[in-house]
């Protein structure tokens, strides 16, 4: 029916202007999109047709864990619960970290993507439990690209490797300075894992994954250097 159309082309508007917004605008009108959560669920899969599922607009991973929060039946076409595709040159399956990310499941992500980065590093450091630093080097680039380009897509464009990499350039490349901006230390005090991260789309930009701490910053420094997170946003440290 006619008003039913003027529904749809309504929010048909409101997502077109949400995808071409710069971030601060997006993030203002989240609320407005959660709200129209009915008539988005209406439009159905056609929605998703602007989207390129090889990028990495978040406006479409937003979206996505919208859905799944309150219009679970969405996903009854399971492609949704890993719309976008994912590239591995060693044969990890990325799904379980997509799906754990579009149901907000933070926690679990973070401690996939742990997993995964022992794998990229080889036996040795599956068998010993950590990574070295030295073996962030021969990890592949397509590897972790998926990685960050999951987190950064089901974030708002907020979490992942090289969100961390823009935020440790805006402070001057110094960690002291970084730490705190993205919530891992308050007051000089490290945060407590795991209860004391926010596990949640309220936590600090760059926030997670998380990357442990206990054998210095050589780790996390290695990560944020490779070529391939470098290269996600062009802001090679």
Not at 127 to 132: E, P, T
Not at 151 to 156: K, L, M, Q
Not at 180 to 197: A, D, V
């Amino acid at each position: 029916n006619k008003e039913q159309d003027n529904y749809n082309n309504a929010t048909l508007d409101l997502i077109k202007k949400f995808v071409d917004s710069n971030q601060r605008k997006r993030i203002n009108l989240l609320i407005q999109i959660e709200s129209e959560i009915d008539n988005i669920y209406k439009l159905g899969s056609t929605l998703f047709e602007i989207f390129d599922c090889n990028g990495d607009d978040w406006a479409a991973g937003w979206l996505l864990q919208v859905l799944k929060k309150y219009k679970p039946d969405f996903f009854k076409n399971t492609k949704f619960n890993n719309y976008f595709n994912t590239y591995s040159d060693v044969e990890i399956n990325y799904e379980h970290l997509q799906l754990m990310l579009v149901e907000q499941k933070f926690e679990e992500a973070d401690r996939l993507t742990s997993s995964y980065l022992r794998k990229l590093a080889g036996k040795l450091a599956e068998k010993r439990g950590y990574v070295f630093y030295s073996e962030v080097k021969n990890m592949s680039g397509i590897d972790l690209q998926t990685i960050d380009r999951l987190w950064t897509v089901y974030s708002t464009g907020r979490f992942g490797f090289s969100i961390q990499a823009k935020i440790l350039k805006s402070v001057g490349k110094k960690y002291e300075l970084l730490w705190p901006k993205i919530g891992w230390k308050n007051e000089g005090i490290w945060t407590r894992y795991p209860n004391s991260f926010c596990w949640s789309l309220k936590a600090p930009d760059g926030h997670m994954p998380l990357i442990n701490q206990l054998r210095g910053v050589s780790l996390m420094d290695s990560i944020l250097r490779h070529p391939a997170i470098a290269e996600r946003h062009n802001n090679i440290l």
